[in-house]
């Protein structure tokens, strides 16, 4: 209990020390609950916090797991699936400036976080009715509300982070965050389309009302998470009467006038994430059929292997974080992530040889680049424009994803699969070039971004003297 | 899905109104011997006053050889394919004969001594194939094609080249497509399925395999992976070659496409005793008056679309493809085009990487900075 007591206030500054002693057993775990100092109850919030996004990453990827059966009962081809995905990065595009604006000045962390899992609930819903009612624009217009809500989330979501976890937590925090969202989506590949199976048994036709019911439930999970929002903003609140600790903010500038402040590399970086990710989304968003045709897998095995790059990052992530945190060096291994999947892609494309090797080098990369990559833009940029910068990032990001899943689906409509994978060879391709042109700019400026951790923390020491 | 065999319903003498398409392919300067690049091709139409247009004659001809595929709707569609060594020979009909119910001999390719390779495919049965109907007997009456077409349209071809319609199969001089166009005939069920049965001459003890050949390449007929052939001899000597997809719109393309699938060959006799209807096959008059009296063919069916999804019952509409020659069957190969885009997307990362490795190597020579006094 002391130590608890030690952990409580280390962690927590300025919480009051809970010293209890006498006390019988359960009434003593019941106030570990209950007291937001202890730890006890902050893994409460923590495991609401983790569910909070899980809703959200459960419901992105039901098209990608539902592509046949939404192709057949809406009579749609590819292009026209792939506006699904278009239409929930369409709004981020702009949003990821805002976010920070709107949980800091306008809503609050907590009425902010409920009304994005609102916007989350009710656009999965239109979603479902678009379904219902045979009507593919609803369903566009589902995924644009959706997606109002579903990036803003994650903001959100780190914002609670940390306010209650500030200090050496929080990047395992944020790596559980992640892993609970990746399960989200893993679960969602493999439970989506068995769900469609037993209703079409139950109702005895297959159809749109079909997809409509199928995705209706699956919205159940954003009612959870809805829950666990409401949970988490009383328990908030309640922290805050308690401990008189503030209200999380997200404390983002956002200044659009920065932007002419960028750098070369930090360019670079930015279209090496363009590149980089139109290639793993996208490709997941069709992957399905494609294992379905080339490789002759069944349908539900087709949704595994989908799945396998989420489940490879919810626990590489954290092991990657913490490799790249101990070795720094972060350009060499954004090269090797870049590198491996381009050699994965180049297996699915070219090669026979059985998906599973390709899509997990795909996962492991995946998690690799996640880790190496977005920390650099902390390297390069001061701590005032940061806000801006990762705005700026995820906007094109999103820009990029939606531009790109269209031609996508266009691609797979008049030329198929192999020159769809091709066209993905080239943005890695382009990724990859971004990165040497990276590697041979930060060396000819003498920047720190390769800087092993060693280096790093002496050129700080050096800073501070 | 149903099994082929037991609910396919017969049709004993063909369709009442096929209707034979023509195209015609005509080239400039032959060139090579079997397997090389042109062929000059003509198309003629040997008329008998009451049965005009029921035989084409296509007659490949190259610097060393020639090519005959006689195309016949004397009985179920039929081609009968031919190959000589010399570039001369020419088709002798004797119609008495071939038009009689005994045509052996009624069609010869002369100089007999002069052919190479010959075969026959023999298109006996289109049918409806439905689950609703399973195991009913009986002959057919119901005037499935009495507002519909079965058409079968030949293209043959001069020099190497890929159609511009889908499935887009790559064809050579040596080779000929068929198109197979079922459109407006009324199904007898909701969801019938529609398939059709061919038959090839059964050359040596057993059946002949249809090969299935996956492959990476899927640029000309998006999403499908696989190419199905039947060879004639080993070395193929002969092929019938196609892709397992079926369309059904006439705008092929992706959206439209239905599987097709095939089963394997079993041996048939023409005539079994006692006379079944699964067993017995229609005669072609052609092939019979080439080969004379042939008990022995293999026969197979290929079934069109599945129970679920899109199908013929959208637009009372299917086409199949196949392409049909002699010696070995065309490889597809990637295109240029990807191959270009592959070599710049590997290529410039991969000579930036080596400049750069080639600078940091040179640069180690040169002397450490100064660090700064701070």
Known sequence: ?465 | MCSCGESRRGWGPYAPSPVLFLSLFVSAAPFGLLGEETRQVSLEVPGWPDHPQNLLHIRAVGPNSTLHYVWSSLGPPAVVLVATNTPHSVLSINWTRLLSPEPDGGLAVLPKDSIQFSSALVFTRPATLSATFWGHPARDPAGTFANGSLAFRVQAFDRAGRAAQPPRLLHTADTCQLELVLAGASPRGNRSLFGIEVATLGQGPGCPVIQERHSIDDEYAPAVFQLDQLLWGSPPSGFVQWRPVVFSQEQADRDSALSCQASPLHPTLAHSLPPTLAHSLPQSPVVQAFFGPQQNYCTFSLTFGASTGPGYWDQHYLSWSVLLGLGPPPVDALSPLILGIMAVALGAPGLLLLGVGVALLLHRTHPSEYRSIT
């Open chain 1, 1 to 465: 209990m002391e130590e608890e007591g030690e952990e409580a206030r280390a962690l927590l500054a300025g919480g009051p020390d809970e010293a209890r002693s006498g006390a019988p057993a359960a009434s003593q775990v019941l106030s570990a609950l209950c007291d937001p100092s202890r730890l006890a109850h902050r893994l409460l919030v923590l495991m609401l916090m983790c569910f909070l996004g899980f809703g959200s990453y459960f419901c992105y990827d039901n098209p990608a797991a539902l592509q046949t059966q939404i192709q057949r009962d809406m009579q749609v081809n590819t292009t026209k699936f792939m506006l699904l995905y278009a239409w929930y990065s369409w709004p981020n595009v702009v949003l990821c400036f805002l976010g920070g604006f709107l949980i800091d000045r306008v809503f609050g962390i907590r009425w902010g976080t409920i009304i994005f899992i609102c916007f989350v609930c009710i656009g999965q819903v239109i979603f479902a009715l678009g379904g219902i009612f045979n009507a593919f624009w609803l369903m566009e217009l589902g995924r644009f509300v959706f997606g109002i809500g579903g990036e803003s989330l994650a903001v959100a979501q780190n914002t609670y982070a940390v306010s209650w976890f500030k200090g050496k937590e929080l990047n395992l925090v944020f790596g559980l965050q992640l892993s609970m969202a990746r399960i989200g989506s893993t679960v969602n590949m493999n439970l989506m389309g068995w769900l469609y199976s037993k209703i079409e048994a139950s109702l005895g036709s297959a159809g749109p009302t079909t997809l409509g019911a199928t995705l209706l439930i699956g919205g159940i999970t954003c009612i959870l998470s809805l829950i666990c929002a409401l949970a988490l903003a009383y328990l908030d609140q309640r922290a805050e009467k308690i401990l008189h600790k503030e209200q999380g903010k997200t404390g983002e500038v956002i200044k659009l006038t920065d932007i002419k402040d960028f750098s070369l590399p930090l360019w670079l970086i930015f279209i090496i994430c363009v590149g980089y990710y139109v290639v793993v989304f996208p490709f997941i968003g069709l992957g399905k059929i494609f294992f379905i045709e080339k490789f002759g897998f069944s349908s539900q095995a087709a949704s595994a292997i989908n799945s396998v790059v989420y489940i490879i990052s919810a626990p590489m992530s954290p092991v990657f974080g913490l490799l790249v945190d101990k070795t720094g060096k972060n350009i060499i291994w954004v090269l090797c992530a870049v590198t491996t999947t381009l050699v994965s892609h180049m297996m699915l494309a070219f090669t026979m040889w059985n998906p599973w090797i390709a899509m997990c080098l795909l996962g492991l990369s995946y998690s690799l680049l996640a880790c190496a990559l977005w920390p650099m833009v902390a390297f390069l940029v001061p701590e005032h424009q940061l806000g801006t910068a990762y705005g700026f990032m995820q906007s094109i990001q999103n820009l990029g994803l939606a531009i790109i899943s269209i031609i996508a689906g266009m691609i797979l409509d008049t030329r198929g699969y192999l020159f769809l994978e091709v066209f993905f060879i080239a943005c890695v391709s382009v990724a990859l070039l971004s990165v040497v042109l990276l590697y041979l700019v930060n060396h000819a400026q003498g920047g720190s971004l390769n800087y092993s951790t060693r280096q790093r923390e002496e050129m700080m020491v050096s800073h501070t003297e």
